[in-house]
């Protein structure tokens, strides 16, 4: 069975080795592959540069690479960087390095190579908001941020390589005072008329059946799609958990198209070098500006019907907007408003 075939079966990962396809241009692509060895930093810019010079390509033979041990290896380096407390198993890093990572992350290659791995439930953390208000943290266990962390790092080329330069949140090498950075340039511009967006409950409400069909567009591997699924479903029938290690992905993936009919939007108001409106989007809050008081609809279609920013309405993917978020204002009340606050801060107090 070679690597590529839809199951991965039991064979030993280590023994197959990366495939790396030669992509020349043949529809299927399957019978132009070529075994090389790669490190996992030079996969990744490979599927990068595919996925952005096609469009349309749907990746197949994913799993593999998601099983191999420099994958898993390098997950836990990231998970192990962050640190934070452990999940509802109770077990910490001290207690994995005592006992052997080589073993731990070898048990973990073993379940998900013959398809027995499960996620266990996150823990939940609540961590105070404004207004009494509080959001919910999901702590998964170690094991299960190592796994994350290894399909993350196998997909997320894929859609980096779809996202719109306007989407700054928990992007790499994307900080949110670029995104502040954006906004400053668009007000030298005369952009000055913004439409403040935040989208109510965004992370507790987005639809599983609809994240993976946007997943399915670009990877066509079973296994891989089984994976995210039961990642997905591990914390209940709908959402993606905030804090888990791939929810930021899937949350931008989420959106990215409301983001493309952004940039769409642009290039309709386009005067040589200067379009009319700007937007920056930070995980599920956006800012669009536009020229003075020219007049824009910030709109989502779904399913033939849109929703002007400023009222009630229904968002992409009938996310409601909030009114109280949802509104349109001139930069100069803008600046009475509270600065841009990070919530990164309080989450990593909460998850200590």
């Avoid at 690479?65 to 198993?89: F, I, W």
């Avoid at 279609?301 to 009630?312: F, H, I, K, L």
């Amino acid at each position: 069975m070679g690597p590529y075939e839809r199951r991965s079966g039991a064979m030993s990962v280590e023994q197959r080795g990366p495939a790396v396809c030669r992509f020349s241009g043949n529809q299927e692509g399957k019978d132009e592959m070529t075994k090389a060895s790669v490190n996992l930093q030079d996969l990744r810019r490979r599927i990068y540069v595919k996925a952005k010079a096609e469009t349309t390509w749907r990746f197949w033979g994913m799993y593999v690479h998601v099983c191999k041990m420099e994958t898993l290896r390098e997950a836990y380096a990231l998970a192990q960087n962050n640190d934070g407390a452990p999940g509802s198993d109770g077990v910490t890093f001290a207690a994995i390095e005592a006992q052997g990572v080589d073993g731990f992350l070898e048990r973990i290659r073993d379940e998900l190579v013959q398809h027995t791995y499960m996620p266990l439930p996150a823990r939940r953390q609540e961590i105070p908001k404004d207004g009494g208000k509080v959001r919910v943290l999901s702590i998964p266990a170690i094991r299960d941020r190592v796994v994350q962390g290894a399909l993350k790092l196998v997909l997320e080329p894929i859609f980096e390589a779809d996202f719109q330069p306007g989407s700054f949140g928990y992007r790499p090498k994307r900080t949110a005072h670029e995104a502040v950075d954006r906004v400053a340039r668009a007000i030298v511009q005369h952009k000055t008329r913004v439409i403040d967006i935040d989208l109510r409950s965004y992370f507790d409400n987005v639809r599983h059946d609809r994240l993976l069909a946007k997943v399915a567009r670009r990877v066509d591997d079973a296994d891989v799609m089984r994976l995210l699924k039961i990642m997905l479903k591990a914390n209940g029938q709908r959402g993606v958990p905030q804090g888990g290690v791939i929810s930021p992905l899937l949350s931008n993936l989420y959106l990215t198209e409301v983001d493309g009919m952004l940039e769409r939007a642009k290039e309709t108001t386009r005067v040589g070098k200067y379009t009319y409106i700007e937007y920056a989007r930070f995980a599920d809050d956006r800012v669009p500006r536009t020229y003075r008081r020219k007049e824009v609809r910030c709109c989502a279609r779904d399913g033939g019907r849109s929703s002007g920013a400023g009222r009630q309405g229904q968002a992409p993917n009938h996310r409601k907007l909030r009114r109280s978020r949802a509104v349109v204002v001139s930069v100069a009340e803008k600046a009475g408003h509270d600065p841009v606050r990070c919530g990164s801060e309080r989450r990593a107090k909460a998850n200590r």
